[in-house]
């Protein structure tokens, strides 16, 4: 049976229609906020895959058909919470107020791209995690954080996210049993899009549902449909007022499908059926809220098209920003590694800089000759 | 106040810091009432509560990832290993992240946190339990690693590095954890990190070394004292940065360099020492360079591990060679 059509937490079933009651939240205002976010970071990893295609990106990972996961983990976070997002998280990174710019400058190969600025009037100092690469390291730095701020008694949360591959590993399942004895405000989030590059879901964990995880760790687990971005913003709310309140840590099982390749590097048709692939556009989170909106009056193919004109302008505004972007000095490298450097990596910076002065030297001269 | 041992001595470190600073937060496995398998910890829970002095499950790598996570807002953490042969679940949190927080964000984030691990041999311990493994940390831009010898550094050094605001590795010499004693002023003052301490004046060869091998360093000084050779004994202390400019310095005196390590010799550091000489300060030497390091095997059970110990005896033969062959 497909999963994607087992009964878990959802309102908007992926042929549009309301199978429960809307909850209290759900204002016609906020659900078209939450279509235009989707549709803008949709037509924006389009961009991107175009960039890394004509030599202007590193590799990316594309997050097409994820969109309802992330637009509702940055939209339910407040800003003073804590975000330790995996690679495939730009929608959450987005909906919480960092920049495209900022994006395509991680994916540009710039760590200025992690350098986010502050996102709220409160903290000055923006706490959110950067991407961690290695898989799952990411869960246990959320713990350290949601533990710091339950040491400082602060009511923030913390949201780890991560991917169903992540779920094999030690850090994961540490991190979840930590949670649990700890009672701490966290959240977790996997994003079960099915594969892990090219091991599907059924060679990476033989329990049931990756949810049923929770269980292990004594931490409140939900399974929602994470192609119905009205119940995922849902499970985010209650779980992250849960955590505030003190009650401890959840488990969110989002469960949707890669439509993309693993990244730019990668041909997912070397491993997957096609008709798997299609069968899965059946459940994509924007045509879903789409045809109920549509359907409601709250939106039409007027809206859409201008909606999507101002995307363009948008998304074409951050490239060109991005392109104009004068590179790091080579030398960075070095005034980031320490508070202050040691006498050798001074000697070594002024190596490094003798020898990419002479670089660009030869660099010009053989242009000009 | 009388004479403590190296470990009573970092247990007033801790103490004295939590005391000041209320970020300063430790975790690790049995640390709480217990106070740590060695009682680094120990009385530290009953003092700051639990909130402050944390038991962890048994798990070092979420340890190490707890601690960039705690380090990451704004925390101190001090992050005990039971043994340092236990620190590998936990090297891909050192190596990825405690090292690489600051640079990866451009100074966003950082991470001032302190890994603690008891190392070294000599203890008659289980397999796993001897290990002496600062040249792999030494080699990760990002890292720094310290290593105190005696009481009162053990005090001062851990002191300053939990004021750091680059993660540190600090290895504790457990084979002196209770067998040096000295005086330590609970003052509060921390000793320079990223320096040497010449621990004895001589003109004849400049001894460096780190760790437990400084107890049978100054041994073997004193003995070879006696037959006319005078050593100059640095500890090295900071492994990562080397205080190059004190080593120098003492090899215009002496002209000969031996460096004395516990750890095996293959890319240890001993051989950065040496080739750090060879590249700036060949011209002072008057002999070869020359090392006397732990062997490269894997560190045998206990009935052979005196075999493998760096004697008092190994370095007056070394020294005495350096001394001979190149009058
Ligand atoms: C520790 C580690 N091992 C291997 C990799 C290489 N790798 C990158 S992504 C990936 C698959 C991750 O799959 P999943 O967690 O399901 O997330 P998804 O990419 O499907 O969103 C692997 C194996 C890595 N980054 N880190």
Known sequence: MNIQTQPMHRYIDHRGNLIAPLPEWANDTLLQQFYRDMVLVRHYDKKAIALQRTGKLGTYPSHLGAEAIGIAIGSAMQSTDVLAPYYRDMPALWARGISMLQNLQYWGGDELGSSFPSISPDIPHNDDMPFCVPISTQCTHAVGIAAAMKIKGLHRVTVATCGDGATSKGDFLESLNCAGVWNIPLVFVINNNQWAISVPLHLQCHAEHLVDKAKGAGIKGIMVDGNDIVAMYDALLQSLDQARKGKGATLIEAVSYRLCDHTTADDASRYREDEEVKQAWQFDPIVRLKTYLINQNLWSEDEESQWLDICHQRINQAVEQYLALTVQAPESAFDYLYEKADPDLHYQRDALINKAMRMEKQNSGGNNG | ?327
């Open chain 2, 1 to 327: 106040m009388a004479d403590i041992t190296l470990i009573e001595a970092v247990n007033l470190a801790l103490h004295y810091e939590m005391q000041h600073d209320p970020n300063v937060v430790i975790l690790g496995e049995d640390i709480g009432e217990n106070g740590g398998v060695f009682r680094a910890t120990l009385g530290l829970k009953q003092t700051f509560g639990c909130k402050r002095v944390i038991d962890t499950p048994l798990a070092e790598s979420l340890i190490a990832g707890v601690t960039v996570g705690m380090a990451s807002q704004g925390l101190r953490p001090i992050a005990e290993f039971q043994f340092q042969g236990f620190i590998f679940p936990a090297m891909e949190h050192l190596v990825c992240h405690a090292a690489r927080l600051r640079n990866r964000t451009r100074g966003r984030l950082t991470c001032p946190a302190v890994f603690r691990a008891p190392f070294g041999g000599g203890i008659h311990a289980p397999e796993h339990h001897s290990e002496s493994i600062e040249a792999m940390f030494a080699h990760i831009p990002g890292l720094k690693v310290v290593i105190p010898s005696s009481p009162q550094r053990a005090y001062g050094l851990l002191l300053a590095a939990i004021r750091s605001n680059d993660p540190i590795l600090f290895f504790e010499p457990k084979r002196i954890y209770r067998t040096v004693k000295s005086h330590v002023e609970n003052n509060g003052l921390a000793l320079p990190l990223e320096q040497c301490f010449t621990l004895r004046k001589g003109t004849d060869i400049t001894l460096v070394t780190w760790g437990a091998c400084v107890v049978e360093s100054l041994q073997a000084a004193e003995t070879l004292s006696h037959h006319g050779i005078e050593l100059e004994v640095i500890d090295l202390a900071s492994i990562k940065p080397i205080d190059m400019a004190t080593i120098t310095a003492s090899l215009e005196k002496t002209g000969r360099l031996l460096v004395v390590h516990e750890a095996a010799k293959t890319c240890g550091v001993g051989a950065e020492i040496i080739t750090r000489v060879a590249e700036s300060a060949m011209c002072l030497l008057k002999a070869p360079p020359k090392r006397l390091t732990g062997f490269d095997t894997i560190m045998p059970y206990y009935r052979n591990e005196d075999y493998f110990m760096i004697q008092h005896d190994d370095i007056v033969n070394a020294a005495r060679e350096l001394m001979e062959g190149w009058q």
